[in-house]
């Protein structure tokens, strides 16, 4: 059970389940309601079960090589025990998401339920074999946005909010954003090690120094999307720009020192608590300003 939850990495579990409580909380007005604890919990924890742990166990081979995993980030196992403990994820992953997702799909629109199928598509997209989206460059860093950005939308269209509202498509498209150059700028450390396993991605495509640049620009780009969302919600545009900051303290990384770059991905994951703080302020004071308390 144990190497069970570790694949599930409860660092991050908050980053898929606030998404989807915050967008059902603020579209409703701050409806508590079955749906939402439900909702909730499973992008809390059994949509990360499935998430990470489909990686797991179908990365394994790369992630013997790769001297960040055992730790934060990513549970490794000992390969005597890996077959059985690979089943039990995997049993685990599916037997956790079911119940979930058939409450979720009989309380929810056509609508809502096509939602949810496409990002549980591309959560198992990702890593399954013949699919391997994590292989396909730029396909891979929108594919991981939208393992975040999907619990957020689903939860938008599970409670019917206007996707075309000045304070909704400008989020998504930001977080989208966010979520690409999140993605991109974490592939730049495993550079060298991606290529000699034979695995593609976005960073072994362009390389380090141009994943670094384009990550860097998408930040910025996230923070410029967001100028356009009403006061006080445009308070937002400062929050990517940390990261524009953070990822280009490594403009200059090149391929031959690609691992550097990891000190800039656990910085990464520490300011994701941060920002998380500063949005819930955010959400609160807009909250109160639409309610006029």
């Known amino acids: 059970m144990r190497e069970v939850l570790a694949a599930s ?3 991050s579990w908050i980053n898929t389940a606030y998404p989807f409580a915050a967008g059902y909380l603020m579209a409703t007005g701050g409806r508590l309601d079955a749906t939402f604890v439900v909702g909730t919990l499973f992008f809390l924890v059994p949509y990360n079960l499935l998430m990470y742990g489909v990686n797991d166990v179908f990365d394994y081979a790369s992630d013997l090589r790769n001297p960040r995993k055992g ?7 000992a390969p005597e025990r890996a ?4 089943r039990r994820i995997l049993w685990a992953s599916v037997l956790s998401t079911l119940p979930f997702v058939v409450w979720l799909v009989v309380v929810g629109s056509a609508a809502a339920t096509a939602v949810l199928a496409l990002v549980l598509f591309l959560v198992v997209a990702y890593s399954a074999p013949g699919l391997r989206f994590k292989e396909r460059p730029v396909l891979d860093s929108f594919t991981s946005a939208m393992h975040f950005v999907g619990p957020l939308l689903y939860a938008l269209v599970l409670v019917d909010a206007d996707l075309r509202a000045p304070t909704v498509w400008p989020v998504l498209v930001a977080f989208v954003l966010w979520g690409m150059a999140s993605h991109a700028f974490g592939a730049v450390q495993d550079v060298r090690a991606d290529r000699e396993g034979g695995i593609a991605s976005v960073a072994t495509a362009l390389g380090a120094h141009p994943t670094v640049v384009l990550s860097t620009l998408l930040y910025v780009g996230a923070a410029a999307v ?4 009403p006061w006080p919600g445009v308070l937002a545009a400062v929050l990517p720009l940390p990261y524009a900051v953070s990822t280009a303290l490594f403009w200059r990384v090149t391929d031959d020192d690609c691992e550097r770059a990891n000190a800039g991905w656990r910085r990464f994951l520490w300011l994701n608590l941060v920002t998380g703080f500063l949005v819930t302020m955010l959400l609160i004071a807009i909250a109160r300003t639409s309610t006029g308390s």
Not at 71 to 77: A, F, H, Q, Y
Not at 226 to 229: A, K, N, T
């Open 9 to 11: 990495r409860p660092f």
């Open 71 to 77: 730790g934060i980030e990513g549970g490794l196992v």
């Open 83 to 86: 077959a059985a403990v690979h």
């Open 226 to 229: 967001l100028l356009v969302v």
